[in-house]
T-cell receptor, first 114, second 111 residues
């Protein structure tokens, strides 16, 4: 069953805790992305990776960290430095940088600070 | 900061009408433009993309691009209640891997 798997679907975090969101893909896509979506808002880019062992900051990288040790995996850690982490987090993949390369999305992780 | 602007709506249209969704972008380096549909609480799914000036049709959907005006639109013909969703516009820069999303337009198709 091909696709992008994000886990968990729902995640609750206490104040001051770090949490890691998982994103795994078996589409053999080179590029992977993390977006954050707040209620009634569009998607804001946190980090993206074009290739293994390389990644770039997006527009709202502060308080987040990522790694890309394997092509299939791009975990996102939400650190305690992220002051307002409650949001819907979406992982995406794309085949490359050519014009028609669409982004495919996972089902998302909804993170709530309690 | 590169900006993508969409009217947040809601845009209400009667069933069977044409829905017109608009998007303007600030980055002249944007080369291709993607339209995604997102149902409430779900992840976005691709409707279509366009990268040449003019119109591109796919079933009930037509994307229109005018690079000189930095404007892209999506027309939905014969709108159905199942088309009720938020529509996200996402330009992509030439030669990059970055998709920049607008805030989306919420469409309501009234039965």
């Amino acid at each position: 069953d091909g696709g992008i798997t994000q886990s968990p679907k729902y995640l609750f975090r206490k104040e001051g805790q770090n949490v890691t969101l998982s994103c795994e893909q078996n589409l053999n896509h080179d590029a992977m992305y993390w977006y954050r979506q707040d209620p009634g808002q569009g998607l804001r880019l946190i980090y993206y990776s074009q290739i293994v062992n390389d990644f770039q900051k997006g527009d709202i990288a502060e308080g987040y960290s990522v790694s890309r040790e394997k092509k299939e995996s791009f975990p996102l850690t939400v650190t305690s430095a992220q002051k307002n982490p409650t949001a819907f987090y979406l992982c995406a993949t794309a085949t490359g940088g050519y014009p028609g390369a669409e982004a495919f999305f996972g089902q998302g992780t909804r993170l709530t600070v309690v | 900061q590169k900006e993508v602007e969409q009217n947040s709506g809601p845009l209400s249209v009667p069933e069977g009408a044409i829905a017109s969704l608009n998007c303007t972008y600030s980055d002249r380096g944007s080369q291709s433009f993607f339209w995604y549909r997102q149902y409430s609480g779900k992840s976005p799914e691709l409707i279509m993309f366009i990268y040449s000036n003019g119109d591109k049709e796919d079933g009930r959907f037509t994307a229109q691009l005018n690079k000189a005006s930095q404007y892209v639109s999506l027309l939905i013909r014969d709108s159905q209640p199942s088309d009720s969703a938020t529509y996200l516009c996402a330009p992509k820069e030439l030669g990059t891997y970055k998709y920049i999303f607008g805030t989306g337009t919420r469409l309501k198709v009234l039965a």
